[in-house]
């Protein structure tokens, strides 16, 4: 039998009108170099290329110093971006630090950074033609570091079936592909992404996580400076601009584009260091 909500006490307004406090203050965090970020804009050559196929995924690898675009053609389409270190794929991009850094979507000045122990840059946002888009009525935005990646898993377990076009099987796949590593093992290294594109956010009601229809139109990119040499891959999601679902096979979907270059900033770039905690945990 449903129960009756408890009723709020009498100082239930003075406990929420409580002001908050940034968790993580940034002021002390390492600033990319506005110099070495203009740099990474200016003489770009392209060096590589690789067409992202809808509803699939394909690995690609960056330079440290070198620039990655990932471009919309076609059509809107949003991307579901993984990130190795290409010596070490135990150390990968961190979604959640990335999240708690900068916030929920990330742009140009913005960094992706690695997993523990590491915990440095992997790579730090130097142009992005959605910039313009900032914080929408919904509450929604564009390049989010909240959801995880349409998996097989959840798909399974809401709607039953066995589907394997989802980012988390597309990005298992192009790994176990690019490296050699079988299924089960690649599937250990895809890890949550970066949601390139997608526009989203939380309901003011529920706090439900919300996708709309990406802003994005053929031609916008978003350009990372590669901070360490990487590994990559990235997937076409099969929700195309996600205005609708996910894990689908009717939604329109097109291709992503993304492109390697060298620039005026690879000559004599210098990785950031892994971090300075001793690792001793307090023995």
């Given at each position: 039998?449903?129960?009756?909500?408890?009723?709020?006490?009498?100082?239930?307004?003075a406990r929420?009108?409580i002001?908050?406090?940034?968790?993580?203050?940034?002021d002390?965090?390492?600033?990319?170099?506005?110099?070495?970020?203009?740099?990474a804009?200016e003489?770009?050559?392209?060096?590589?290329?690789?067409?992202?196929?809808?509803?699939?995924?394909?690995?690609?690898?960056?330079?440290?110093?070198?620039v990655?675009?990932?471009?919309?053609?076609?059509?809107?389409q949003?991307?579901?971006l993984?990130l190795?270190?290409?010596a070490?794929?135990?150390?990968r991009?961190?979604?959640?630090?990335?999240?708690?850094?900068?916030?929920t979507?990330?742009?140009?000045?913005?960094r992706l950074?690695?997993?523990?122990?590491?915990?440095?840059p992997?790579?730090?946002?130097v142009?992005?033609t959605?910039?313009?888009?900032?914080?929408?009525?919904?509450?929604?935005?564009?390049?989010d570091v909240i959801g995880?990646?349409?998996?097989p898993?959840t798909?399974n377990?809401?709607?039953?079936?066995?589907?394997?076009?989802?980012?988390?099987?597309?990005?298992?796949?192009?790994?176990?592909?690019?490296t050699?590593?079988?299924l089960?093992?690649?599937?250990?290294?895809?890890h949550?992404?970066l949601?390139?594109?997608?526009?989203?956010?939380?309901?003011?009601?529920?706090?439900?996580?919300f996708?709309?229809?990406?802003?994005?139109?053929?031609?916008?990119?978003?350009?990372?400076?590669?901070?360490?040499?990487l590994?990559?891959?990235l997937?076409?999601?099969?929700?195309?601009?996600?205005g609708?679902?996910?894990?689908?096979?009717?939604?329109?979907?097109?291709?992503?584009?993304?492109?390697?270059?060298?620039?005026?900033?690879?000559p004599g770039?210098?990785?950031?260091?892994?971090?300075?905690?001793?690792?001793?945990?307090?023995r």
């Amino acid at each position: 039998m449903p129960q009756t909500p408890p009723s709020p006490p009498a100082d239930a307004e003075a406990r929420r009108a409580i002001a908050p406090v940034i968790c993580y203050p940034v002021d002390t965090l390492p600033a990319p170099d506005p110099a070495v970020m203009a740099a990474a804009r200016e003489g770009l050559v392209k060096q590589a290329e690789v067409l992202v196929p809808p509803r699939e995924a394909r690995c690609f690898r960056v330079a440290a110093g070198q620039v990655f675009r990932i471009t919309s053609v076609e059509g809107p389409q949003v991307g579901d971006l993984n990130l190795w270190n290409a010596a070490d794929l135990s150390d990968r991009f961190y979604s959640g630090k990335t999240r708690a850094l900068h916030g929920t979507h990330v742009t140009t000045g913005d960094r992706l950074w690695s997993s523990f122990p590491a915990l440095r840059p992997m790579a730090t946002i130097v142009a992005d033609t959605l910039e313009w888009y900032g914080i929408d009525e919904f509450g929604g935005s564009v390049h989010d570091v909240i959801g995880t990646r349409c998996d097989p898993y959840t798909h399974n377990l809401l709607s039953g079936g066995q589907y394997h076009h989802c980012c988390h099987s597309n990005l298992t796949r192009a790994l176990a592909d690019e490296t050699g590593l079988p299924l089960a093992e690649a599937e250990r290294h895809v890890h949550d992404v970066l949601n390139v594109f997608m526009c989203t956010g939380f309901t003011r009601d529920t706090g439900q996580y919300f996708m709309k229809a990406s802003p994005v139109l053929p031609g916008d990119h978003i350009d990372f400076l590669a901070e360490i040499d990487l590994l990559g891959a990235l997937s076409a999601c099969p929700g195309g601009d996600c205005g609708a679902e996910h894990s689908s096979d009717t939604a329109p979907c097109h291709p992503l584009l993304v492109e390697v270059f060298d620039c005026a900033a690879t000559p004599g770039h210098t990785p950031p260091p892994v971090n300075g905690y001793d690792r001793s945990h307090g023995r």
